[in-house]
């Protein structure tokens, strides 16, 4: 499969925990989004990378949310100190050079208890 | 205040029929417009993309319209089956934004035997 993966699928995390979830973006693609997204809401933009660059950051949703790709091919996002309202679908997607068509990962559903 | 507005409610359509779905925004001067399904627990599936300067785009059973004058594409589904029952999601790739997509909230289409 030459998708976009990502990992877990699910976490089910307490309330003040941690958690940090992977993306592995289609292999030529160098362009890498991550995306929130709640029930009956559409997918909400956080961040993207080109490279290894994170170009844009501001919309991440506080400073507890922060995310990394540090050779340019995977990246992680890590959320600390997780809250109830975290709660959601994280999803990852990936794009070729150019603003171009953006391929979702399957996503990884998070609930904080 | 910038807003992308889809059908809010379910759409029924009777299966061989068309499905029409709405995508209306309004304060954005979008350089693409995209339309992807997204099935429950599934990450969304790149459809169709459409340029500002594209009138019309057909990829199979689907065209996609796009009116930059009145600010709306048309979703089309034509000879409509049970399988194509999902949610439908309009994606704005905004000029001179940060690079991700603006999404809707989504259209779910049921498609009746």
């Known amino acids: 499969d030459t998708g976009v993966s990502q990992d877990p699928r699910h976490k089910i995390t307490k309330r003040g925990q941690n958690v940090t979830f992977r993306c592995d973006p289609i292999s030529e693609h160098n362009r890498l989004y991550w995306y929130r997204q709640t029930l009956g809401q559409g997918p909400e933009f956080l961040t993207y990378?080109?490279?290894?660059?994170?170009?844009?950051k501001s919309r991440l949703l506080s400073d507890r949310f922060s995310a990394e790709r540090p050779k340019g091919s995977f990246s992680t996002l890590e959320i600390q100190r997780t809250e109830q309202g975290d709660s959601a679908m994280y999803l990852c997607?990936?794009?070729?050079?150019?603003?171009?068509?953006?391929?979702f990962g399957p996503g990884t559903r998070l609930t904080v208890l | 205040s910038q807003k992308i507005e889809q059908n809010s409610e379910a759409l029924n359509i009777q299966e061989g029929k068309t499905a029409t779905l709405t995508c209306n925004y309004t304060n954005y001067s979008p350089a693409y417009l995209q339309w992807y399904r997204q099935d429950p627990g599934r990450g969304p599936v790149f459809l169709l993309l459409i340029r500002e300067n594209e009138k019309e785009k057909r990829k199979e059973r689907l065209k996609v319209t796009f009116d930059t004058t009145l600010k709306q594409s048309l979703f089309h589904i034509t000879a409509s089956q049970p399988a194509d029952s999902a949610t439908y999601l309009c994606a704005l790739d905004v000029r001179g934004g940060a690079d991700g997509l603006t999404f809707g909230k989504g259209t779910h289409l049921i498609i009746q035997p």
């Open positions: 990378f080109q490279n290894e660059a994170q170009l844009e």
């Open positions: 997607a990936s794009t070729g050079q150019g603003r171009d068509t953006q391929y």
